[in-house]
């Protein structure tokens, strides 16, 4: 069976897989909140709970992670990028199972993320272990797992072509037909399994079959605009929140501290609370005065400006309840919450064009264009945005809005951002995710691979007689000096002694006063990337390599070509 032939096999049990498990991960979570929620109404006094529910939610996650899983779970895509880009794709097996559990409680309990994280998370893992399981080699794996992490993503929003979009912008290096026909295959599995057991079950309760209005074109562009700001501000509360609390030592403080925080901005926004896609669809309905029904402000609802401000206010909280849910311990994705942010930012937009005379904008089609614009912004993926939007409202109808929107909100973002979300968070590891090959394939190879050690070292108190003796029974050139305890103190060139070698008389000459220490070393966690230049700076052959100072070998420059080479190969399409 050739490789096409056997992608295409593959895509089936992997794309029910990974459908079934973003089904199953929905199921946990919404069984989990639709309890709490039935309790409310019985008893208005069980609005506390809310206080207290999220850091439930996140405590038994923690104790699951500590004690259950025992192993680090992560925040799902994240994770898979890392191994697309420097582990060849594996992925340990128990990610098949950690995030359904841990999402399940962090967001049931109303932990203010989202669950497309974990399930795509889920999904890339299932094709990595099909093809862990089975052998195959990187670029295999590397299509299954894009074709796990399209079929859960769409089988939570039953929109297949956004699957596709996704695994194409975020995860793949190189889609040829090899590649894609697999995962449009996987998603339509997906598609299937998700309406076997859930029906044709919407999140969004929206359908928009108006037209496009051209003379609003720049009221679009000003919602662009503004949503790129938005993503923008998300992304530097999200990362400045996740390192002031990374600074506490004690993990169980990080927990205390962030429980009490999100707490207390859910009990005052209760919109805040989980996913919020009740709030998305009031927000697509129109209907903003809704969102504040059964909360602390919903006698203001007939004031249009008070309205305007208290979701002026969500719209800030967000970022802090998402940022405090993931520094407490949970576990959950930040699909969702982009999603809410651009319904809540487009409402509030057209509301106050509309309320100050300037405009008479349809509030749902911008909170529709708005969820698609925090997409581009957020995860640098525009076409993900654009066609998730024109699949869940059953048309096309927004598509020139929804590409005005997208295209300006991923300029702006870039203008605070080089990296996207996802990118930005393993980037900060050391780890550079990018679509330029020779990028991706530097950030797959590592230098571990390429030491040679056959250089034969010489002390720092032995003389050139005893160095002569070294040159006679070695077949390199170049001499390494190292002391006692392993550290590179410098080296000698063969070129550099070939003069005066044979002068006897200079055979006690010490070899520290004949080596020279190299304009140009390489540190053991050096990336690929940064190794390569100093290829090309220094012109050299080989360069030393060292961990904290002590010597490990040399990487030479033909070894980085041929492995670079290599690597290609293995990952390219046909």
Known sequence: MSDRQSMILLAIPTGFLAGLAAVVIKFLTHTIRDFFFYLRTFDRNVDLMFFVLPAIGILLTIIVIRYVIRREVGHGIPGLLYALSR????????????????????????????LEGPSVSTGGSIG?????????????????????????????FQAPITGVIFAMEVFMIDISMT???????????????????????FEYEITIVDSFVPANSLYYVG???VVGLVSAYF?????????????????????????LGLGALIFVFPSLYGEGYETINAALNGKASDILQDTLFQSFGDNIWVVILILVAIILCKAFATSLTFAAGGVG???APALFLGAMTGVVYALIINNLGIGSLDVSKFALVGMSGLIAGMLHAPLTGIFLIAEITNGYSLMVPLMIVSALSLAVNRMFFRESIYT???????????????????????????????FATVLPDQTLGDLVKIIASSSRNIFPVVDEDGVFKGHILFDDVRKFMFDTSLYNTPVEKIMVYPDYVINYDETMESIVQKFEESHKYNIVIVDNGKYLGYISRANVFTAYQATLKEISAE
């Not at 679509?435 to 056959?454: A, C, G, V, Y």
């Open 424 to 454: 930005q968070s393993i980037a900060e590891k050391g780890v550079k995710v990018s679509f330029n090959k020779d990028e991706t394939i530097l950030n797959m190879m590592t230098s571990s691979h390429l030491i040679e050690t056959n």
């Open 87 to 114: 582990n060849k794709g594996i992925v340990k097996p128990y990610t098949t199972f950690a995030s359904i559990i841990t999402s399940a409680l962090t967001v049931g309990f109303g932990g203010s993320v989202g």
């Open 235 to 259: 992304m530097r509360v999200y990362f400045s929140v996740g390192k002031k609390f990374g600074k506490l030592e004690n993990p169980w403080t990080r927990f205390g501290i962030a429980a």
């Open 223 to 225: 919602l662009g605009l």
């Open 179 to 201: 590649a894609l026909i697999p995962i449009i295959i996987s998603a339509f599995c997906a598609i299937l399994t998700s309406y076997y057991f859930l029906g044709r079950a």
């Open 128 to 156: 990595s272990n099909i093809g862990q399981f089975l052998k195959l080699n990187q670029k295999q794996i590397n299509v299954l797992i894009g074709m796990g992490g399209a079929s859960a993503l769409a089988s939570i």
């Open 333 to 335: 994705g930040t699909f």
